[in-house]
């Protein structure tokens, strides 16, 4: 462990868009469901416009104006099963994600997932893609703790990690993590490579934005 003061004890990441490419299996999943229920399916970049807010404002968005809520509980209920079943298709960490999150380990930072994505999906696809213990804590869409922007999930994860706030970066792809970020008194780090566009992560208010993964380690203190 290097003797270096550590700019952060603790790094939390958000999941699709920041740590891993899923865009192309969530959108599978989504088209399948339409084409199943005899609607339009959607291409890969309004799909990508309608992730980061959890599964059931992913699948609302995605159905024709007007639908009741009986049918998107019914397309939600569909869409989680056949997600479950195609998980890590051709989802993959974003290239030197990896690395990335080993140097911060090496270094004695303590990391967790804070995500929208649906808990037990999100454990699952952290568990195939990641080593066992590269995160201390997966926190994902549950019934019991409200959704990012709120910052009580990042609250709870940097709480459970030992981390005050101010010693806590938030990573993220999306105005929804750099507000949660901001809301939990975090550092705030958008990733230009995800979901969203750079110009959102400004305007939302990032402390740093990062623009490749190299970038995004020397924001959080690595050499």
């Avoid at 974003?94 to 911060?104: E, I, K």
């Avoid at 804070?114 to 994902?140: C, H, M, S, Y």
């Avoid at 958008?190 to 402390?207: D, F, Y």
Wanted: aromatic share 4%; with cysteine.
């Amino acid at each position: 462990m290097s003797l270096r003061p550590r700019t952060f004890d603790a790094v939390l990441f958000d999941l699709d868009g920041t740590l891993v490419d899923s865009l192309s299996d969530i959108a599978a999943s989504v088209n399948h469901v339409l084409g199943e229920l005899g609607h339009p399916i959607l291409d890969l970049d309004t799909i990508r416009g309608h992730v980061g807010d959890g599964a059931r404002s992913l699948v609302e968005r995605c159905l024709p104006a007007g639908v009741g809520p009986a049918a998107v509980d019914e397309a939600l209920v569909r869409y989680q099963a056949r997600y479950r079943s195609h998980l890590v298709v051709h989802t993959r960490p974003f290239d030197g994600v990896v690395p990335l999150l080993g140097a911060l380990r090496s270094e004695g930072v303590r990391l967790a997932v804070v995500t929208n994505k649906p808990e037990a999906p999100a454990r699952a696809l952290v568990a195939q893609l990641f080593a066992d213990g590269t995160f201390e804590l997966v926190i994902g869409e549950g019934p019991a703790r409200p959704k990012k922007p709120s910052p009580a999930p990042a609250l709870f994860a940097a709480s459970a990690l030992g981390a005050a706030p101010s010693r806590t970066a938030f990573v993220g792809d999306s105005a929804v993590d750099v507000e949660t970020g901001r809301a939990a008194g975090m550092t705030a780090i958008g990733v230009a490579w995800g979901l969203r566009p750079r110009s959102e992560l400004v305007a939302a208010g990032a402390a740093l934005v990062a623009e490749d993964v190299g970038m995004l380690g020397r924001h959080l203190g690595l050499p």
